[in-house]
């Protein structure tokens, strides 16, 4: 069953703080590999974006890793911002002619002063 | 680039009413579009994927009579909600697909439109 897992489900970390989520997939055939940031009551924007081949992407003060073999990703958030409370949604896409998305249920982000 | 825009961004409607929710991209031709749902603290389900000229495919269990899709130009779709009632409030997302040619090919996400139903 194709599956998208993330972790915590929820963290509470101090401004100036780093932080690393998790994403756990069993998506086949795989293609890529999105992290995704969502604001509240917004749309979601991408962060990055890997394919089978790339082991990290950075963004600014964001950095993915993904290991194909063990079918796992991370997402490093440096130097937190308030700015940065929002959810954070990992998202495999399957090689196949659909194109549709397989979401996580993601990890509710709040950045504290 | 790569802009997507939906509205109405808030909508509040009377129980069995219609309402219609637009999906632009703005800069760019999406000959596929994909519409969801996303109820608080959850992640977004698809309801349907919406192809220019053709049919929409609507996802198991979501009912294609109440989720009107219509995909008429490439850089439009709406989604009409008929009789609406309670249980249809929700955040709705629509995406764009740009097509790069490869394993980047990329769904562009809307901003969302809350509806509420009285």
């Known amino acids: 069953k194709n599956q998208v897992e993330q972790s915590p489900q929820s963290l509470i970390i101090l401004e100036g703080k780093n932080c690393t989520l998790q994403c756990n997939y069993t998506v086949s055939p795989f293609s890529n590999l999105r992290w995704y940031k969502q604001d509240t009551g917004r749309g979601p924007v991408s962060l990055t974006i890997?394919?089978?081949?790339?082991n990290t992407k950075s963004n600014g003060r964001y950095t993915a890793t993904l290991d194909a073999d063990t079918k796992q990703s991370s997402l490093h958030i440096t130097a937190s911002q308030l700015s940065d409370s929002a959810s954070y949604i990992c998202?495999?896409?399957?090689?196949?002619?659909?194109?549709?998305?397989?979401f996580g249920s993601g990890t509710r982000l709040l950045v504290r002063p | 680039g790569a802009v997507v825009s939906q509205h109405p961004s808030r909508v509040i409607c009377k129980s069995g009413t219609s309402v219609k929710i637009e999906c632009r991209s703005l800069d760019f031709q999406a000959t596929t579009m994909f519409w969801y749902r996303q109820f608080p603290k959850q992640s977004l389900m698809l309801m349907a994927t919406?192809?220019?000229?053709?049919?929409?495919?609507?996802e198991q269990g979501v009912e294609k009579d109440k989720f009107l899709i219509n995909h008429a130009s490439l850089t439009l779709s709406t989604l009409t909600v008929t009789s609406a009632h309670p249980e249809d409030s929700s955040f709705y997302i629509c995406?764009?697909?740009?097509?790069?040619?490869?394993?980047?090919?990329?769904?562009?996400f809307g901003p969302g439109t809350r509806l509420t139903v009285l």
């Open positions: 998202v495999v896409s399957r090689m196949d002619s659909s194109y549709k998305l397989i």
């Open positions: 995406s764009a697909l740009g097509l790069a040619g490869g394993p980047t090919d990329t769904q562009y």
């Open positions: 919406s192809n220019e000229g053709s049919k929409a495919t609507y």
């Open positions: 890997m394919t089978f081949s790339e």
